[in-house]
């Protein structure tokens, strides 16, 4: 059972703004981790996207579109990761992680682009 | 560039050890902050984090399989070697190894991956 929950699925048309959520248990605080995000499409390894631990603290992978954001919400305890303007090749698994003693892995959102 | 390639059995019998390399280029694991990663991934599962190694031969482990593995470096061979003893039909998984950033917690890139599983 994955530490980090993110909902199995989510859904977005062409061009629309998605969020992708990752929920930290109680004992994780947002606010004190940097949480970061990786793409998988069917068949390939997962990608890394960026981390966010905060707006003056966080990164990019490379090569990786700019429409790809990331933000925390401390009230909800969760992670988010923005995609700005979906495209079709987006249609892929996004996973959350965190490093706590070791990596901890969310259970993976499979985004679908109708 | 770095890339990554796993390498190892791709069936396995419950009770067996499995023994995976993963063979690496483009950096070099005597860098300072520099470690390699090894993750799995059950079929159609999230990925499992298992273990990594530094520079300087500093061992992380996944607390829950501790007991069942085990993992190497030869520097001068840009091998990192992973085992795992006791193998069982739910440890059927594709295994990956990664590379570590130097000044991040994160691993980027990953290799292809190596599809083990665990029957008899």
């Known amino acids: 059972q994955p530490v980090l929950t993110q909902p199995p699925s989510s859904s977005a048309s062409p061009g629309e703004s998605v969020r992708l959520t990752c929920t930290l248990p109680s004992d994780i605080p947002v606010g004190g981790y940097n949480i970061y995000w990786y793409q998988q499409k069917p068949g390939s390894p997962p990608r890394f996207l960026l981390y966010y631990f905060s707006d003056t603290d966080k990164g990019q992978g490379s090569g990786v579109p700019s429409r790809f954001s990331a933000y925390t919400d401390t009230s909800a305890n969760t992670g988010i990761l923005l995609i700005s303007g979906v495209q079709s090749e987006d249609e892929a698994d996004y996973f959350c992680?965190?490093?706590?003693?070791?990596?901890?892995f969310g259970g993976g959102t499979k985004l679908a682009v109708l | 560039q770095i890339t990554l390639k796993e390498s190892g059995p791709t069936l396995v019998k419950p009770t067996q050890t499995l023994t995976l390399t993963c063979s690496f280029s483009g950096f070099s694991l005597s860098a300072t902050g520099v470690g390699v990663g090894w993750i799995r991934q059950p079929p159609g599962k999230a990925l499992e984090w298992l273990s990594l190694?530094?520079?300087?031969?500093?061992?992380r482990y996944n607390s829950s399989l501790k007991s069942r593995l085990s993992i190497t470096k030869d520097t001068s061979r840009n091998q990192v070697v992973l085992t795992m003893t006791n193998m069982d039909p739910t440890d059927s998984a594709t295994y990956y190894c990664a590379h570590k950033v130097r000044s991040g917690g994160y691993y980027d890139p990953w290799g292809q991956g190596t599809l083990v599983t665990v029957s008899s």
């Open positions: 992680a965190v490093w706590t003693r070791h990596v901890v």
């Open positions: 190694i530094y520079w300087d031969g500093d061992k």
